[in-house]
């Protein structure tokens, strides 16, 4: 299994070192939400209404607040009272339905985050022809991090010494949000050692086509020289074919339109569900991109625009995770926000980072970096 040391274990993060307390350690213990005060909530209500409320708008404004403290207000905080007490979050349920999964309007281009990779700024300055060398070292350090949590190694955060919630960090990998015509659902496949198998392939995209390999052989990580054999596979094949026919551009739709144009595939042909489990359920997207945003650490407007609002072919805008690969050796992601916050990035991002900052950039492994014929790249057809 690819937790036990092996290949490039010489740069493993500090992160990783003799953790005294695994991952997901503390989910079982932790508080429940609170359930705020009515009397705070609404004294909050009134701060944030005085700055744009007339003096007889604010009056009138204090005694619609105070009838509802006194009213339906009291009745509606003893039913929410009454939900904590069944629910350790009483609000995750309503957030999730109501600011993610109900919503109809395209989710890629109005809920979804992005932007870019910082590694430009110290090691990786835009360059014509180091995007797939550069992209194989990337991608084979995010594998490490997705290690870090399979074997549950990635120490717990805290503030301070109160441990925080880290069931985020299930929906970086393995996630994607799936349609529905009137409301989607968020499907998870990531399972910790200890939980089961967890699906190991990676997603390429690339000219409008979808390919996929594994990126486990024999139960260790390919290294990057094997991770670079697989990309520079799939970038000849599309340079030797027309476009593609850019299915992924569906996931850019409004969302019930989405939903039903999914369901016509699948009763197209049965084994276009397979394909798209397939794609649900990978670790995450490479999308190689033609695109060069040139950005610099001054002005990283051009990369943030192109993550967001780029070739949409190319970017699966259900999946919990995009990475970008530009054709001038920069990177951007594109996120699909419903599974985790941004900080869930952040905090894979810093690793990558730091990773990157501590070899130059380079691939630095003093074991033979032999190219071995194993995980071969398959088109989806």
Same mark, same amino acid.
């Given at each position: 299994?690819?937790?036990?040391?092996?290949?490039?274990?010489?740069?493993?993060?500090?992160?990783?070192?003799?953790?005294?307390?695994?991952?997901?350690?503390?989910?079982?213990?932790?508080?429940?939400?609170?359930?705020?005060?009515?009397?705070?909530?609404?004294?909050?209500?009134?701060?944030?209404?005085?700055?744009?409320?007339?003096?007889?708008?604010?009056?009138?404004?204090?005694? $619609?607040?105070?009838?509802?403290?006194?009213?339906?207000?009291?009745?509606?905080?003893?039913?929410?009272?009454?939900?904590?007490?069944?629910?350790?979050?009483?609000?995750?349920?309503?957030?999730?339905?109501?600011?993610?999964?109900?919503?109809?309007?395209?989710?890629?281009?109005?809920?979804? &985050?992005?932007?870019?990779?910082?590694?430009?700024?110290?090691?990786?300055?835009?360059?014509?022809?180091?995007?797939?060398?550069?992209?194989?070292?990337?991608?084979?350090?995010?594998?490490?991090?997705?290690?870090?949590?399979?074997?549950?190694?990635?120490?717990?955060?805290?503030?301070?010494?109160?441990?925080?919630?880290?069931?985020?960090?299930?929906?970086?990998?393995?996630?994607?949000?799936?349609?529905?015509?009137?409301?989607?659902?968020?499907?998870?496949?990531?399972?910790?050692?200890?939980?089961?198998?967890?699906?190991?392939?990676?997603?390429?995209?690339?000219?409008?086509?979808? &390919?996929?390999?594994?990126?486990?052989?024999?139960?260790?990580?390919?290294?990057?020289?094997?991770?670079?054999?697989?990309?520079?596979?799939?970038?000849?094949?599309?340079?030797?074919?027309?476009?593609?026919?850019?299915?992924?551009?569906?996931?850019?739709?409004?969302?019930?339109?989405?939903?039903?144009?999914?369901?016509?595939?699948?009763? $197209?042909?049965?084994?276009?569900?397979?394909?798209?489990?397939?794609?649900?359920?990978?670790?995450? $997207?490479?999308?190689?991109?033609?695109?060069?945003?040139?950005?610099?650490?001054?002005?990283?407007?051009?990369?943030?625009?192109?993550?967001?609002?780029?070739?949409?072919?190319?970017?699966?805008?259900?999946?919990?995770?995009?990475?970008?690969?530009?054709?001038?050796?920069?990177?951007?992601?594109?996120?699909?926000?419903?599974?985790?916050?941004?900080?869930?990035?952040?905090?894979?991002?810093?690793?990558?980072?730091?990773?990157?900052?501590?070899?130059?950039?380079?691939?630095?492994?003093?074991?033979?970096?032999?190219?071995?014929?194993?995980?071969?790249?398959?088109?989806?057809?």
């Amino acid at each position: 299994m690819p937790g036990t040391p092996g290949k490039g274990e010489e740069m493993a993060s500090d992160l990783s070192q003799s953790l005294p307390k695994r991952t997901f350690k503390y989910q079982s213990s932790l508080p429940p939400l609170p359930v705020p005060s009515l009397e705070n909530s609404l004294s909050k209500y009134l701060e944030a209404v005085r700055p744009f409320a007339s003096e007889d708008e604010f009056k009138a404004t204090v005694q $619609i607040v105070r009838k509802f403290q006194d009213g339906v207000g009291k009745v509606l905080h003893y039913k929410l009272l009454q939900r904590a007490k069944t629910k350790k979050n009483w609000l995750e349920e309503w957030w999730f339905d109501t600011a993610y999964l109900e919503v109809r309007i395209p989710s890629q281009l109005n809920v979804n &985050f992005g932007g870019p990779g910082p590694y430009l700024e110290h090691c990786w300055p835009p360059a014509e022809g180091t995007c797939l060398e550069r992209a194989s070292l990337l991608i084979w350090h995010t594998l490490q991090y997705w290690n870090l949590l399979l074997t549950e190694r990635l120490a717990p955060q805290k503030a301070g010494k109160t441990p925080l919630d880290m069931d985020q960090f299930r929906m970086l990998f393995c996630t994607c949000k799936v349609p529905g015509v009137m409301k989607d659902t968020i499907h998870n496949y990531f399972k910790t050692e200890r939980e089961g198998p967890c699906p190991s392939h990676l997603a390429v995209m690339c000219h409008g086509r979808i &390919f996929t390999f594994d990126a486990l052989c024999d139960g260790e990580i390919l290294t990057p020289p094997e991770l670079l054999r697989q990309l520079r596979f799939v970038k000849d094949r599309c340079e030797g074919e027309p476009e593609g026919d850019g299915v992924a551009a569906l996931t850019s739709e409004e969302r019930t339109r989405w939903a039903k144009a999914r369901e016509h595939l699948i009763n $197209i042909d049965p084994h276009n569900k397979t394909i798209l489990e397939t794609i649900q359920s990978s670790l995450f $997207i490479i999308s190689l991109d033609e695109t060069k945003p040139y950005s610099t650490p001054e002005n990283y407007t051009n990369m943030t625009l192109e993550a967001l609002t780029g070739n949409p072919t190319l970017r699966w805008g259900d999946k919990s995770y995009n990475l970008l690969v530009f054709s001038d050796g920069t990177f951007g992601s594109n996120c699909d926000h419903a599974p985790y916050d941004a900080m869930v990035l952040v905090s894979m991002c810093w690793y990558v980072d730091q990773q990157l900052r501590l070899t130059d950039g380079k691939w630095k492994s003093t074991l033979m970096q032999t190219v071995i014929d194993c995980g071969n790249v398959h088109f989806v057809r």
